[in-house]
């Protein structure tokens, strides 16, 4: 059980880590607005940037590692049980939504920003003098989002089989051992046995 514990986070974490840095390498190789060109009236001249497919495989490592934690985790309403208390649960499900939310948000972040900074033909209409380009920090928000997203589910898979070990391995109830105490036979007596004479025994018993 452990390991397969173990072998989930390390395959999120490569995941996880391998979806930011192909998110800062595209915000670092994408278009900059000195890089545009306005060669005639109403028309752009953009160059060619790797950005596209570094944020579509920021994204895609980004999913494989978010798919992979909930499918070992599994369905967070069928883990919960009468035995498990309400704070662990309580605190698994924050984890669980909160990842849910970054991971939607850096999800979009990567892909608007690689669909945004693709320029088919390397010329684009524009208006009101203006050129677009992906604004700085879109890409570097979908990786600190990506981090925090993998980091958050890590937590609650962990949170999760915390829980499945200590109702697994846990001892037996407290009662159980009272009655198996109960059960056991008394030490034997240090003194020495008493030995008395039968006729003793029954001028006591019949007098």
């Not at 109403?42 to 596209?52: D, F, I, K």
């Not at 895609?60 to 309400?86: F, K, Y």
């Amino acid at each position: 059980m452990e390991r397969k514990i173990r072998q989930v986070c390390v395959a999120v974490c490569f995941l996880g880590v391998l979806a930011a840095a192909l998110a800062f390498a595209a915000e670092a190789t994408r278009i900059k607005g000195s890089q545009v060109q306005a060669t005639t009236q109403n028309t752009c001249t953009y160059p060619r940037s790797p950005a596209l497919g570094l944020g579509l495989g920021a994204a895609v490592a980004l999913m494989i590692a978010q798919v992979i934690i909930n499918v070992a985790a599994g369905c967070i309403c069928c883990r919960r049980n009468p035995e498990s208390s309400n704070s662990n649960w309580t605190l698994a499900l924050v984890y669980f939504v909160v990842s849910w939310f970054t991971f939607v948000i850096a999800f979009l972040l990567l892909l608007t920003g690689a669909a945004l900074n693709d320029q088919h033909g390397e010329e684009s209409m524009y208006s009101h003098d203006y050129c677009y380009v992906v604004k700085p920090g879109v890409f570097a928000g979908g990786a600190i989002l990506s981090l925090s997203s993998v980091t958050l589910g890590i937590l609650y898979y962990l949170q999760l089989s915390s829980a499945d070990n200590r109702m697994q391995w846990g001892g037996p109830p407290y009662g159980n051992q009272e009655g198996i105490a109960m059960g056991q036979g008394q030490p034997p007596s240090s003194q020495p046995p008493v030995f008395v004479a039968e006729d003793t025994y029954r001028r006591q018993q019949f007098p």
